[in-house]
């Protein structure tokens, strides 16, 4: 009698991340709130600051459209793995299937496969909004070249980290408190929500060159931004080859913190 092969960690994973979708479509709230959120700040500072920076014929609000990819892709990636690993922590998920044939690769897999549907559609959000209502160019080849590079590390990095401090979270009810104080932080040391950045003290600059976020800000206002504008930035230079450093850094280091940090229950820890 031949036994039955058990699905590989690939197709769990695939079935998983299926059900991951199925189960964030039909809950309308946390639709709502991933991809209206990150949007309706965007038109608030964009309405907001309205003016133009000189001799370059690019509006505040298109700079605001840019750097407000990198807080879309953060809040999807980071939150939604962070909060998600803690629910599934506390109401018994991670050890029911703990039980099946699903590892924790394929837990993960299905899991980042949430994330990168749900980024990409964040930031399809957030560019309508920048072409429809801001007039903001589409780039040309060789910028989106650099936005998927750009996009797949931001991606991959933030939702490594989400899943490393989700460890942190005991409670599922507090993830959103815990989970939002770095990541609204960093968006104002960062140059998200304050642009130029080097209107920010030297220090804070140099703290925020710390973390990813200040680079996927600085690298989708080059995808997105006439080369004029590198002068706003803190090195006066796009710095293309650094970003990709430090975005591909987080990635080692989120994975060294998944892999040192993930457990299926809380007892494990």
């Not at 050890?95 to 949430?114: C, E, Q, V």
């Not at 959000?125 to 989106?144: I, N």
């Not at 450093?245 to 820890?269: H, N, P, Q, S, Y």
């Amino acid at each position: 009698m031949t036994a039955a092969v058990l699905p590989g960690t690939a197709h769990n994973g695939l079935a998983r991340g299926r059900v991951e979708l199925l189960q964030f479509i039909r809950d309308r709230t946390a639709v709502i709130f991933t991809f209206a959120f990150p949007a309706m700040l965007l038109l608030l500072f964009g309405t907001i600051f309205g003016d133009s920076y000189e001799d370059t014929g690019v509006s505040v609000s298109q700079v605001y459209t840019a750097s407000m990819i990198a807080y879309g892709i953060l809040s999807t990636a980071f939150i939604t793995m962070g909060s998600g690993l803690a629910m599934d922590r506390e109401d018994g998920t991670l050890k029911r299937l703990h039980g099946t044939p699903i590892t924790s690769t394929a837990y993960l897999m299905g899991k980042l496969i949430l994330v990168f549907v749900l980024s990409i559609a964040e930031v399809t959000m957030l560019l309508l909004v920048g072409v429809l209502v801001y007039d903001m160019p589409l780039p040309d080849a060789s910028h989106w070249v650099v936005f998927g590079w750009l996009f797949l590390l931001s991606v991959i990095a933030c939702t490594l980290c989400g899943i490393a401090v989700s460890a942190l979270v005991k409670r599922a009810r507090t993830a959103g408190a815990i989970l939002n104080v770095p990541l609204v932080a960093l968006q104002f040391i960062s140059g998200v929500f304050i642009h130029p950045i080097t209107q920010l003290p030297s220090w804070l600059i140099t703290v925020a060159s710390l973390f990813p976020v200040k680079w996927m800000s600085q690298g989708f206002r080059y995808v997105f931004l006439p080369d004029s504008m590198k002068v706003y930035e803190a090195a006066g230079q796009w710095e293309l080859g650094r970003i990709a450093l430090v975005l591909g850094a987080w990635c080692v280091i989120g994975l060294v913190l998944c892999l040192v940090t993930f457990r299926w229950t809380e007892k494990d820890r």
